[in-house]
């Protein structure tokens, strides 16, 4: 892509195996950046994994110097982590004059940044939560979903304690399923609702053969067993923790229809497969759930 320029780099906390896996999140210095580390430290306890923590700044802006910078940085993020830091790198990164879409070019810094530390997760954070959060740029969260090469984690004001319930739309394409595999990674012990939405067009078959209420009735089971079979094995036969739900309508409607009803602290979405999700994610619904988080949002995009 643009090359993300570093200008500095520093190591806090306990060296880092080499070959241990990488989280990214971005910072601004700002509060809600210090939420998004605080989530990411502990998901790399849990991941055995080496954080890194990235801020682009911009030398026309007339802010403080790099070396300032990454000082600040460094203060904030250990700040964050509290006693027992995780293994972590601050990075200072200079926007690049080359865009003349400021807010691309930083989308476009931070996937180079994950493409070259083969980041397994990128996480953001924003304002409030449960209906009233808000991105630092929305635009900026929707083209760096185009554009990260791992899947995105949009941190809300919430809680910082594990995940406790975690909701994944699936509607029977790859990455659903690998979205069920990353809800369960990122979440283990949390509760699980696996969400299949039915469009109420009919363009989507009966995939138990029976029509009808018979069919939204058995769906489920239906779904849990594909799941199953496509080799999904986080979803192991007879664990109570995991419930699926089928609905029928628009996803954007039906999904927010179910986060009311199930109100989980993690939301999981893949962007691509037949029922849509491309367009919920990057659409007219997008405010529900990128723009305006009802709770942690973690987003994967296909290959394809």
Request: proline share 5%; aromatic share 2%.
């Amino acid at each position: 892509m643009g090359g993300d320029k570093t200008v500095l780099r520093r190591e806090i906390g306990p060296s880092a195996d080499s070959d241990c896996p990488v989280i990214l999140v971005a910072s601004n210095g700002s509060e809600r950046a210090a939420h998004a580390v605080r989530v990411a430290g502990r998901l790399a306890h849990a991941e055995h994994a080496q954080l890194v923590c990235e801020q682009i700044i911009d030398p026309q802006e007339g802010g403080p110097g790099a070396d300032q910078a990454l000082g600040d940085l460094a203060r904030a993020v250990n700040a964050a982590l509290g006693a027992d830091p995780a293994r972590c790198v601050v990075e200072i990164c200079h926007l690049s004059d080359s865009y003349t879409d400021e807010e691309y070019g930083r989308a476009v810094m931070l996937a180079d940044v994950a493409s070259r530390t083969n980041a397994a997760l990128l996480i953001i954070g924003v304002h409030g939560g449960k209906g009233g959060g808000k991105l630092l740029s929305t635009t900026m969260t929707e083209k760096l979903m185009k554009v990260a090469p791992c899947p995105v984690l949009i941190v809300t004001g919430g809680a910082v304690d594990a995940y406790r319930k975690v909701m994944v739309a699936v509607d029977f394409s790859e990455v659903s399923f690998d979205a069920v595999e990353a809800g369960m990674r990122f979440a283990p012990g949390a509760d699980v609702v696996l969400v299949h939405v039915k469009p109420a067009d009919g363009s989507e078959p009966d995939r138990d053969g029976t029509g009808g209420a018979d069919s939204m009735r058995n769906m489920s089971n239906v779904a849990r067993e594909d799941l199953v079979g496509k080799g999904v094995k986080t979803v192991p036969s007879g664990d109570d923790r995991v419930t699926t739900q089928v609905l029928e309508g628009t996803p954007g409607d039906a999904l927010s229809q179910a986060v009311a009803e199930h109100q989980p602290d993690l939301l999981v979405l893949g962007t691509r497969g037949r029922t849509g999700l491309t367009r919920l994610i990057m659409g007219s619904v997008a405010n529900k759930f990128v723009a305006d988080p009802p709770c942690d949002v973690l987003v994967l995009r296909s290959a394809g």
